[in-house]
Each structure stands twice: as structure tokens, then as C-alpha cells.
């Protein structure tokens, strides 16, 4: 399902703001290698982080706090643009306000991570806005459930990794069973999560990480077990 954006009068003067602002900074040798390290997932303008992020708060200096429909409007809008500092601007906008944001947003953030995705975009999508979503709405665990048996890798791995952030908090039963139902993929992206997932929890509970995985060994990967037990 393709998403349009709404009309936001705050993202016309966001868009405005920032393509003029991040063009001015491009720097074409940068953006190959860039390039080349994303493995051409897409263009890039060629601006380092430090320097973006000073840029993005140029580019929102004095402006108001947005609602979430301008929310919806300055992501879909970032993400129709071609060059990956965009989004990277929209995921750094919506972290900063996803307690704007109500259940009804999962929906684009399903849209923002199966939309040319790649880790750079995805992980942070999981990790704090489906994670944040999930967190302050906890019924929407039951889309979780449905993402972790999506046939999009990016929407399971989505799913394994929104609760990387929950510490104490954490659903074991969900994590645990999460890994377990995706512990055959065949995917590096989905082993990798299923070991990232599990490490970040270990730092919490290394008595459940390692009793799990002792239980578990058999079921998964060899790099979702040494990711798993990396620093225990």
C-alpha cells in the first residue's frame, strides 16, 4: 500500500528548510563511498553525521512542535526524496517526538522500513519508533505478532528488534519466542537481529540469555549464538 502525504503547512517549511540546507553540504566524493559502504542501497548527498545533525537543527530552529499528522507528512516526504540523508533526517524527527505519536503511526512505520530497506533505517525504526509505540500502547504487541511471520525480512526483523531498547521491561516470552520462530531463516539480516536481540537483553538478565540459548543451541544459527553470548 502506497501512503500519501498529507497537507502540513510545518513540513512545507521543514522540506523547504532542509533540501536547501543539506545541498548546499553535499559533498560528491563522500556520497560515492557511501555509496559503496551501503552497498548502493541508495544516493547519498555525502554529509557526515555531526555535520547533518547541526544542519537539522538549523533546519527546525524556531519552528513548532509538530502534531502527527505533520509527523506523517515530513516522513513520507522525506522518504519520496532520493538521497538517504533525508530519511536519516526523518528518523532523527520522529525519535525526537514519538511521544506525539499515536498507535495509528504503526502503519507508516511499516511503510518507512519495507520502503527501500537497508539496517541504517530499519534498526533505529524498530529500536525507537515501533518499539516506542509498542511501549506506550501495549495491545499493539498483537502487530508484532504478525510482523515477526511477515515474508519481508526488514518487517520481521523490525519485529525481533523493537523491544531492544525495554530492558527490565522486556517481553521474555515474546523475545524468546520471536527467536524461536524465526531461528531457521536463512537470511544473515535475521540471524544477525536474532543474536542482537538477545545480547541487548543479556545485559539485563545474562542468567535467561544463557539459559535460553543453552536450551535453544540446537534451533539456532551459529552467529545468532555467538552474537547472543558475545559478552557473556
Same mark, same amino acid.
Given at each position: 500500500?502506497?501512503?500519501?502525504?498529507?497537507?502540513? +503547512? /510545518?513540513?512545507d517549511?521543514?522540506?523547504?528548510?532542509?533540501?536547501?540546507? $543539506? #545541498?548546499?553540504?553535499?559533498?560528491?566524493?563522500?556520497?560515492?563511498?557511501?555509496?559503496?559502504?551501503?552497498?548502493?542501497?541508495?544516493?547519498?548527498? &555525502?554529509?557526515?553525521?555531526?555535520?547533518?545533525? +547541526? /544542519?537539522?537543527?538549523?533546519?527546525? *530552529?524556531?519552528?513548532?512542535?509538530?502534531?502527527?499528522?505533520?509527523?506523517?507528512?515530513i516522513? /513520507?516526504?522525506?522518504?519520496e526524496?532520493?538521497?538517504?540523508? $533525508?530519511?536519516?533526517?526523518?528518523?532523527? $524527527?520522529l525519535?525526537?517526538?514519538?511521544?506525539?505519536?499515536?498507535? &495509528?503511526?504503526?502503519p507508516?512505520?511499516?511503510?518507512?522500513?519495507?520502503?527501500?530497506?537497508?539496517?541504517?533505517?530499519v534498526?533505529?525504526? #524498530?529500536?525507537? /519508533?515501533? &518499539?516506542?509505540?509498542? *511501549? +506506550?500502547?501495549?495491545?499493539?504487541?498483537? %502487530?508484532?505478532?504478525?510482523?515477526?511471520?511477515?515474508?519481508?525480512?526488514?518487517?520481521?526483523?523490525?519485529?525481533?528488534?523493537?523491544?531492544?531498547?525495554?530492558?527490565?521491561?522486556?517481553?521474555?516470552?515474546?523475545?524468546?519466542?520471536?527467536?524461536?520462530?524465526?531461528?531457521?531463516?536463512?537470511?544473515?539480516?535475521?540471524?544477525k #537481529?536474532?543474536?542482537?536481540?538477545?545480547?541487548? $537483553?543479556?545485559k539485563?538478565?545474562?542468567? +535467561?540469555?544463557?539459559?535460553?540459548?543453552a536450551? #535453544?543451541?540446537?534451533?539456532?544459527?551459529?552467529?545468532?549464538?555467538? %552474537?547472543?553470548?558475545?559478552?557473556l
Amino acid at each position: 500500500m502506497t501512503l500519501a502525504p498529507p497537507p502540513s +503547512a /510545518l513540513a512545507d517549511t521543514v522540506l523547504e528548510r532542509l533540501t536547501v540546507e $543539506y #545541498a548546499t553540504a553535499a559533498d560528491p566524493v563522500r556520497a560515492e563511498r557511501s555509496v559503496a559502504y551501503m552497498k548502493g542501497v541508495a544516493p547519498f548527498l &555525502g554529509i557526515p553525521t555531526p555535520e547533518r545533525r +547541526a /544542519l537539522s537543527r538549523r533546519v527546525v *530552529a524556531s519552528l513548532p512542535r509538530p502534531d502527527e499528522r505533520d509527523c506523517v507528512a515530513i516522513a /513520507l516526504r522525506c522518504w519520496e526524496l532520493p538521497e538517504r540523508e $533525508y530519511r536519516y533526517f526523518a528518523v532523527d $524527527y520522529l525519535r525526537r517526538h514519538v511521544g506525539r505519536l499515536s498507535s &495509528g503511526f504503526l502503519p507508516v512505520v511499516r511503510h518507512l522500513v519495507a520502503t527501500d530497506p537497508w539496517w541504517d533505517t530499519v534498526d533505529l525504526l #524498530a529500536a525507537h /519508533l515501533a &518499539g516506542g509505540l509498542v *511501549a +506506550a500502547d501495549r495491545p499493539l504487541v498483537k %502487530e508484532m505478532d504478525i510482523w515477526i511471520e511477515d515474508e519481508n525480512l526488514w518487517i520481521a526483523r523490525t519485529a525481533l528488534l523493537h523491544q531492544l531498547a525495554y530492558k527490565e521491561a522486556t517481553d521474555t516470552g515474546r523475545l524468546f519466542g520471536y527467536c524461536l520462530r524465526q531461528s531457521g531463516h536463512p537470511d544473515f539480516f535475521i540471524r544477525k #537481529a536474532i543474536g542482537w536481540c538477545l545480547r541487548e $537483553y543479556a545485559k539485563t538478565d545474562p542468567a +535467561a540469555v544463557q539459559d535460553f540459548v543453552a536450551g #535453544a543451541r540446537d534451533r539456532l544459527s551459529p552467529l545468532s549464538v555467538r %552474537e547472543a553470548l558475545k559478552h557473556l
